[in-house]
């Protein structure tokens, strides 16, 4: 079974540039989050989609982030323009979502991003 | 406040030896405490899940263990070995409508030979 794709896996870019990731979640998973994981913390959900609805997004700073699932499958989120401390990992997991006790999530790689 | 924290921040230890991170938490529904492991470069790799019943879970040389009287987790690794060297980061679940994920800051493990 395939895991969490994303892409890239590094991107460095001025401030008030445009970045985007991608991700592709493991198929057949219905649940889709991305996570912001800053250096020396843990992650913290930005947003979190049940096939390609916002289920919540309640961290993600709408002024400059935005993400989509249009088809319920693969993801693109979206910062414009970036800030410095927007430098961090982002991290992409999808669950099955069919045991909500466990809802045993898997991560993908992550990107990188460095806002010089 | 959901919490998660975690200790000690950083650990270094000579390959072979045995050690103990610790975990404790303040959210509320709870629904499972998960451990993940974090190599350098990539995601989180799910080590152990324990609902509220489960008191100890192990996968090979790791074992957790649950007490959520105290809400306070372990994990413990046994003989350890170089590829331990990771970040481990403890994980509560709440059982809200989206049963989210509360993250700890990890606990960044260093074994030397």
């Known amino acids: 079974e395939a895991g969490v794709a994303q892409s890239p896996r590094y991107k460095i870019i001025e401030k008030r540039q445009s970045v985007a990731f991608w991700c592709n979640p493991i198929?057949?998973?219905?649940?889709l989050y991305w996570y912001q994981q800053i250096l020396g913390q843990g992650p913290k959900l930005l947003i979190q989609?049940?096939?390609?609805?916002?289920?919540?997004d309640s961290q993600l700073p709408k002024d400059r982030f935005s993400a989509e699932r249009l088809k319920g499958v693969d993801s693109t989120l979206k910062i414009q323009p970036a800030k410095l401390e927007d430098s961090a990992v982002y991290l992409c997991a999808s669950s099955a979502s069919r045991d909500h006790t466990y809802n045993e999530q898997f991560f993908g790689p992550g990107t990188r991003l460095t806002v010089l | 406040k959901n919490q998660v924290e975690q200790s000690p921040q950083s650990l270094i230890i000579l390959e072979g030896k045995n050690c103990t991170l610790q975990?404790?938490?303040?959210?509320?529904?709870?629904?499972?405490l998960r451990w993940y492991k974090q190599d350098t470069g990539r995601g989180p790799v799910s080590l152990t899940i324990?609902?509220?019943?489960?008191n100890t879970k192990s996968n090979g040389r790791y074992t957790a263990t649950l007490d959520a009287d105290t809400k306070q987790s372990s994990l413990h690794i046994t003989a350890s070995q170089l590829s331990d060297s990771a970040s481990y980061i403890c994980?509560?679940?709440?059982?809200?409508?989206?049963?989210?994920?509360?993250f700890g800051s990890g606990t960044r493990l260093l074994v030397r030979p």
């Open positions: 198929s057949g998973h219905a649940t």
């Open positions: 324990m609902t509220f019943s489960e």
């Open positions: 989609f049940q096939n390609n609805g916002v289920v919540d």
């Open positions: 994980v509560v679940s709440s059982m809200d409508s989206s049963y989210k994920l509360i």
């Open positions: 975990c404790n938490y303040t959210v509320s529904p709870f629904s499972n």
